[in-house]
């Protein structure tokens, strides 16, 4: 184990993907982005350039050609940058690529990663800051991961780049400096595994990605007054683990959903329907959904920051929940 | 192209265009009387009017080359030889259609083939095709991807982002344009949709990526056609990069309407050699731009192949196709729960 920021943990992931399987390419080279971690692609650039393609603006093309040559057996990673890029490719990344399977009757595959930055990074106002993990979740064929931390979002992409089926990877930039354990060389961590990210027994706090550690620092506050939150963080909304989740809340009896997705038709709403359909019985209140409201994302810090959920309106809705 | 400059064609070439050509009309006249004994389901686009330049790409390539088609592909599909039952099946909906009854008339998919999966999303078979020469390209292999397509896709943004990435990265892709825009009827005159584009020389489209170019004009004889495609198709797989090659074709009158209807009646191999004169409103078409007829007319010309020969050969296609129907229609509907088959690998 080794102590790695996020995104150093993302780019080992990408290295020895490709060190370890000739048909992994490279489309859009920078997926941590340009600012302080860019450099850490230098390493990826220097020994696999002829496997790095940095294309010109052209995200449909890109998000097509994804899966065209992953038909043909490549196992190409997409990044499409700021994820809400994908709306460009959108056709491709969810009436194309997770049809094949199904529109060939089991012939075909198309096994690409697509990758992006979700989320509200910061004064990226209404075009760069969204979520479209809940609008991908409609598109079924289609695998979806939030990793929230280093040592998963290394694992996740290895176990996406060697699956046969195609996969949205999405991180998120308020994530990317964050530290943690992350294991040398190659480890998959499967998707379809959710993970108890901090044990207890009062509250059944979900989240995925940065909202995961959001639910943490949460957890953290509540322990001080005696609330013991346990925070699970299913990493891959499809495939879904339910079961995790609804052994968490039959432990505990109470539901807080944390999503930045914007309210209706969120992950949250997804997350709490399938709960209160199959865990109604171990609820002892109705569950709480904490997300961005429906209104687009504004610039400025205050209006900002307004809208995302933190760690105090979940204090405050577990309070009000266990009162 | 110029006819003149071309070699002539071989009898085994002629025989195989032949047969190709007529497998693709006689497959589609079939599927239309299927629709109206109301046995298909859903939509469908026939391939009547352009079967010349789709079988001259067609038999330019080689059994390891990929092949990406749109919504209007069963002759693409039977053109290269798949099975005539099973691609039946497929537009009835049977279980043992090309795909399982899965994705129908625009889906064809035939792997085995080189047919990767169709997308009917105009461009969008365009930027599969991308990644399918992408692939290619990264493997070392002498292989080239071909997307058919038509006209319309020449409206979409992203046909124009796949061109700046084939030229950029000189994927081996062959982008073939099917333009059966010539004396097609538009919408505000009551027809189905033609091209809606100021630009009426596609061609100047690649040119401005730097994309080679090859025209098959409706008028070429076959031998020319088959000589371009040729040139095509050999650019492509040395390396040299994309090419564009449009397929002029004149519009089937019976494609005019959004359910296509036998204006112009069952092809009439007789009327090649005026046996039989072609009758009614869409007369002309027949005389002058049916390509099976000017494919039959060709071949007795050069002496390539008989009247008989014609004839004994569309008697065998036409045995096939109606055997291949009856089977299809013989054959049993996917079982309701194998819907849930084939969401994940």
Redesign the interface.
Known sequence: MKQMSYAAALVDGLYEALASDEKV?IVSGHPVGFGPHRALMDRVYDDFHDRI?D??N?E???????????????R?FINLSTSIFSYVGW??IV??AP?????????????VVYYGLHGVRGNGAAQHSGSPQAMLWNA??L?IALPSSPSDVKGLLLWALRS??PTFFLTHAKLLSIEGPVAEGLYETPFGVAEIKRAGRDVTIIATSLMVVVALQAAETLAKEGVEAEVVDPRTLT?FDEKTLLASVERTGRLVVVDECPLRCGVAAEITATIAEKGFKFLKSPPVRITRPDVPIPFSTPIEDELVPNAAKVVAAVRELLR | MSSNSNPPLDKSTAQRMAERMLVMRRFEEKTLDLFQRKLIPGMYHLYIGQEAGGSAVLDALGSEDSLLTNHRGHGHVVGRGSDLGRSFSELLGKANGLTGGRGGSVHMCDPERGFLISSAILGSNISLALGAGYAIKRSGEKKVAVVFFGDASLEEGITFEVMNIAAMRKLPVLFALENNNLGAIALHEGGYSASNSVLKQFTRIPELFGVKTVQLLAGDTLASKIAGAREAVDYCRAGNGPVFCELQSVHWPGSNMVFAQMLTGVMDLGMAWGEREPQGEHAGWVRDHDPVLRMAREFIAAGLMSRDELLALDRKVCEEVECAAQFAIDSPLPEPQSAYHHVFA
Do not use: C, K, Y
């Open positions: 390419s393609f294309p010109p052209s449909a093309a890109i998000a097509g050609m994804g899966a065209g040559a992953a038909m043909l057996g490549e190409p056709s491709q009436n194309d049809n094949v399977h199904h529109m060939s009757d089991g012939m075909l595959t198309a096994p079924p064929g695998q046969r089926n495939p």
